[in-house]
């Protein structure tokens, strides 16, 4: 059998693929929550240096699946300005990826999506041009250190109305992030090609994922949405929040 990964078994790859799947039905029907369970469970298996790499390509992969599938209900003013600024906040951040430290990062995420979440949130983070831009190279730089920021761009899409043009905005944004990201890594000289097996099979399993959790999407109620979106926001910042602490000197 082909070596999905340097030094994976069959089994656990094979869990992560599953797992793909299952990850992408929860993103795609309550907008996150997949990225950073992903990011757990690869933690456990993959060696360290290699995780964040290859989780941003295969979040690429996913995020980019669902943009794809809901499309005509992304909020392109929003993109601009967070991508342009996430250009800038990809190359900051991986000029320190390799020396900063994670856990100070970790629990300031935690901490700012856990107070974004509960309070209202201002309207010049919906309409600014210059939060805008700011909140993508923040988000960026910070996703190259600690591999899932998709909470931290939550925040900042939180207040569109509209549930299926938040999820397929935060889609876009994830997808455009993982990918300068991806190109970071590249550049660095992170070798791809050895996990591409793994990757293309999580991919298209995410993909599958996707598609069953957009249709699921539309038969939830806008409250029931709302509520369950802020729970899974305020319990991966809970956890974030335990991994800075636990870690601590």
């Not at 290859?54 to 980019?64: D, E, I, P, R, T």
Request: aromatic share 10%; with cysteine; net charge positive.
């Amino acid at each position: 059998m082909l070596e999905l990964a340097p030094g994976l078994g069959d089994g656990p790859a094979l869990a992560l693929v599953a797992l793909s799947f299952f990850t992408s039905l929860i993103t795609a029907t309550f907008s996150l929550g997949g990225g950073s369970l992903m990011i757990a469970a690869m933690t456990l298996v993959l060696p360290p240096v290699v995780v964040v790499p290859v989780h941003g390509c295969v979040q690429l992969g996913s995020n980019a699946g669902r943009a794809w599938i809901m499309r005509r209900f992304i909020q392109w003013p929003f993109i601009l300005w967070l991508t342009l600024g996430a250009v800038a906040g990809s190359v900051i951040g991986g000029g320190f990826a390799q020396w900063l430290p994670e856990r100070w990062f970790t629990g300031a995420i935690g901490l700012f999506v856990l107070v974004t979440t509960w309070l209202p949130q201002p309207k010049f983070i919906v309409g600014s041009r210059a939060v805008q831009f700011i909140g993508g190279m923040v988000t960026s730089a910070v996703g190259m250190v600690v591999g899932a920021a998709g909470p931290l761009v939550a925040a900042f899409v939180r207040g569109i109305p509209d549930r299926r043009e938040l999820v397929a905005t935060h889609a876009m944004l994830n997808a455009a992030q993982h990918l300068f990201k991806v190109i970071v890594f590249v550049v660095l000289g992170f070798a791809f090609a050895a996990y591409l097996p793994l990757i293309l099979l999580m991919v298209a399993a995410g993909y599958a994922g996707t598609s069953v959790g957009s249709r699921i999407l539309t038969r939830i109620p806008e409250r029931v949405f709302r509520l369950v979106f802020r729970v899974l926001l305020s319990a991966v910042a809970l956890e974030l929040i335990r991994r800075a602490v636990l870690r601590a000197d």
